[in-house]
């Protein structure tokens, strides 16, 4: 089942999409795809988050089965699949070429780097990413990410999936030059407003490919920037969901993004920073594809 969230006739929903796949197998979304407005019938459970904390899925996938489908995609704007997760914890070097990136000599670290986005630096699928007027090095990070479903703390690595709702993609949006402001933290380069992207839906565990083999791809503009596979992990979800939910309590809704392979622009010489004009397209086999244009800011 792949869950949106989205705006018709000004009316927030979430709903089931009916997805078809192109030849290679990778779900893309597209204007004619049916939608089943499950928030519409579902009134107990008002938007996404609440569907997962009442661990009620089995009913959306039971209606979205035998509903009668209410609209298309391209009758919906569609927001953040998970429109305001209270947390969003982001994995700073988890594949092992990233790690070999930074020529530190470093020996592969023994625990996740980690950092948090707010929601606000993020937009839904379609929508434009913003290049912020304080810096001309706006990069790209395609990621795929872990939606939470069931709370839990101190989670066993073995009982890590019965606590995933699904998985979602993430453009985890950087702007190279702020991160280096402060001494100890990348928060500021992480989270200007509109400055990256997720979506453009949440492919539920029923639907989900092997997350120990997942091919994750980063092009801009059709240029292919970043290739690699779920098997090159350092920490695999598994190990990600046992170490953060050590100190975290992780609720329904919540993402874990969890890294990016090697290819972001600023590992280019000379760097290929993202420009208004630019298309960044994040895709995994199995989940579908993020797009998303890239725009300056407007002026305040």
Same mark, same amino acid.
């Given at each position: 089942?792949?869950?949106?969230?989205?705006?018709?006739?000004?009316?927030?929903?979430?709903?089931?999409?009916?997805?078809?796949?192109?030849?290679?197998?990778?779900?893309?979304?597209?204007?004619?795809?049916?939608?089943?407005?499950?928030?519409?019938?579902?009134?107990?459970?008002?938007?996404?988050?609440?569907?997962?904390?009442?661990?009620?899925?089995?009913?959306?996938?039971?209606?979205?089965?035998?509903?009668?489908?209410?609209?298309?995609?391209?009758?919906?704007?569609?927001?953040?699949?998970?429109?305001?997760?209270?947390?969003?914890?982001?994995?700073?070097?988890?594949?092992?070429?990233?790690?070999?990136?930074?020529?530190?000599?470093?020996?592969?670290?023994?625990?996740?780097?980690?950092?948090?986005?707010?929601?606000?630096?993020?937009?839904?699928?379609?929508?434009?990413?913003?290049?912020?007027?304080?810096?001309?090095?706006?990069?790209?990070?395609?990621?795929?990410?872990?939606?939470?479903?069931?709370?839990?703390?101190?989670?066993?690595?073995?009982?890590?999936?019965?606590? +995933?709702? $699904?998985? &979602?993609?993430?453009? #985890?949006? !950087?702007?190279?030059?702020? @991160? %280096?402001?402060?001494?100890?933290?990348?928060?500021?380069?992480?989270?200007?407003?509109?400055?990256?992207?997720?979506?453009?839906?949440?492919?539920?565990?029923?639907?989900?490919?092997?997350?120990?083999?997942?091919?994750?791809?980063?092009?801009?503009?059709?240029?292919?920037?970043?290739?690699?596979?779920?098997?090159?992990?350092?920490?695999?979800?598994?190990?990600?969901?046992?170490?953060?939910?050590?100190?975290?309590?992780?609720?329904?809704?919540?993402?874990?993004?969890?890294?990016?392979?090697?290819?972001?622009?600023?590992?280019?010489?000379?760097?290929?920073?993202? +420009?208004? $004009?630019? &298309?960044?397209?994040? #895709?995994? !086999?199995?989940?579908?594809? @993020? %797009?998303?244009?890239?725009?300056?800011?407007?002026?305040?």
């Amino acid at each position: 089942m792949r869950l949106v969230s989205f705006v018709r006739n000004g009316r927030p929903s979430y709903g089931a999409v009916l997805v078809r796949t192109d030849p290679g197998g990778t779900p893309a979304p597209a204007p004619t795809l049916p939608v089943v407005d499950l928030g519409a019938r579902l009134l107990a459970y008002p938007d996404l988050r609440a569907l997962l904390a009442a661990d009620a899925l089995d009913a959306a996938r039971a209606l979205s089965v035998r509903a009668n489908v209410d609209c298309t995609l391209g009758d919906v704007t569609l927001q953040r699949p998970i429109p305001w997760p209270e947390k969003i914890v982001c994995v700073g070097v988890n594949y092992a070429e990233r790690n070999e990136e930074y020529r530190d000599g470093a020996e592969a670290p023994k625990y996740p780097s980690l950092f948090v986005r707010m929601p606000d630096s993020l937009v839904a699928h379609g929508a434009p990413v913003l290049r912020p007027p304080e810096s001309g090095q706006l990069d790209y990070e395609g990621e795929i990410v872990i939606v939470v479903g069931r709370a839990g703390r101190r989670i066993p690595a073995a009982q890590a999936r019965a606590h +995933v709702a $699904g998985l &979602t993609l993430m453009n #985890e949006g !950087t702007v190279r030059d702020w @991160l %280096r402001h402060g001494k100890f933290n990348v928060t500021q380069g992480k989270n200007f407003v509109a400055s990256g992207a997720v979506g453009p839906w949440i492919v539920t565990t029923d639907a989900c490919p092997d997350f120990t083999d997942i091919t994750l791809r980063t092009r801009v503009n059709g240029e292919l920037r970043q290739d690699d596979n779920t098997r090159r992990m350092m920490f695999p979800f598994d190990r990600l969901i046992e170490y953060v939910s050590t100190f975290m309590l992780l609720k329904p809704g919540d993402l874990i993004a969890t890294g990016t392979p090697t290819g972001a622009g600023a590992r280019f010489d000379p760097p290929k920073w993202l +420009v208004p $004009g630019d &298309t960044v397209e994040v #895709e995994a !086999t199995g989940i579908g594809v @993020l %797009r998303n244009p890239v725009a300056d800011e407007p002026a305040a």
